[in-house]
């Protein structure tokens, strides 16, 4: 690996750490060097992933933490700096969604989608970029967000306005902490292959929009590794406020 993409002697909390892009997230950063903390609900799920990366010998802490309080968070990332250390990567990556026409949709379904999404990267940015701060020490916040940040599709209305949200935000916070060494970017990845939606993909539906992709294939969580290591170590030192499309085209496609 390039020596600049190297993370040794950075610590980096995961959100949404328990499976999918999250565990892929980790482990790529432990293997680049970092300290890991993965965060989360549910904490079995966590502990079984640190488990799994120590014995990689990647040093691991697992983190019961709700990303819309902020007491909890608070808590954990006092946790996590007593045992690892100042946290100077953080990967926002929890999340939510809904499959449902907005007509239908309650206050309560916009609430909760939209609390994890954009709440929950507020309150988890904010937290570390005031540690970093009282500490003057440098960070990089990357906030996972999505192409349905910057299009849309039918019936995932919150979904989509909360990454298109966690974008401008993004910019927002990369603009008040420039002065400061803290670097706020984002990853919006397309469509991207994971057990939770395989059996959509290899449906009529599915196959139809993976031919809509100009690449004519779904993304792989390693699609993603280059960008992520990018944006969480030194050789981005000039970038902030960015967002990293990984869509094989899909944006470019026509109407």
Not at 100 to 107: G, I
């Given at each position: ?23 892929h ?10 300290k ?16 799994q ?15 819309t309080?902020?007491?909890?968070v ?15 990567v ?9 499959d ?8 309560e379904?916009?609430?909760q ?13 904010s937290?570390?970029?005031r540690r970093l ?13 999505s192409?349905?940040?910057?299009r ?13 949200g966690?974008e401008?935000?993004t ?14 970017n ?5 469509y ?6 395989s ?19 779904l ?13 969480a ?5 000039y970038?902030?406020?960015?967002s990293?499309v ?10």
């Open positions: 690996m390039d020596n600049k993409l190297r993370l040794d002697g950075k610590v980096a909390l995961v959100t949404g750490a328990a499976g999918g892009l999250g565990e997230f980790s482990r790529t950063l432990g293997a680049a060097g970092a890991v903390v993965v965060v989360g609900r549910r904490l079995q799920p966590l502990q079984d992933l640190a488990s990366l120590q014995k990689e010998n990647i040093q691991a802490l697992a983190l019961s933490m709700d990303v309080d902020p007491a909890s608070k808590a954990g990332f006092d946790q996590a700096q007593a045992e690892f250390g100042l946290i100077n953080v990967v926002s990556n929890a999340g939510a969604a809904t449902k026409p907005a007509l239908t949709l309650s206050t379904e916009w609430s989608v939209v609390d994890i999404n954009l709440k929950g990267s507020w309150v988890i940015c937290e570390a970029a701060v009282d500490a003057s020490q440098p960070g990089s916040l990357i906030n996972v967000t192409i349905l940040g910057h849309v599709a039918g019936s995932v209305l919150p979904y989509t306005t909360s990454k298109a966690l401008h935000m910019r927002a916070m990369a603009l008040e902490w420039a002065r400061y060494g803290i670097r706020v984002a990853l919006a990845p397309g991207i292959s994971t057990p939770l939606n059996e959509f993909f290899a449906s009529d539906l599915g196959k139809a929009l993976i031919r809509r992709i100009p690449q004519r294939r993304g792989t969580p390693a699609d993603l590794e280059g960008a992520l290591l990018l944006l170590s030194d050789a981005s030192a970038m902030t406020g960015s990293i990984l869509d094989g085209g899909h944006l470019q496609s026509s109407l």
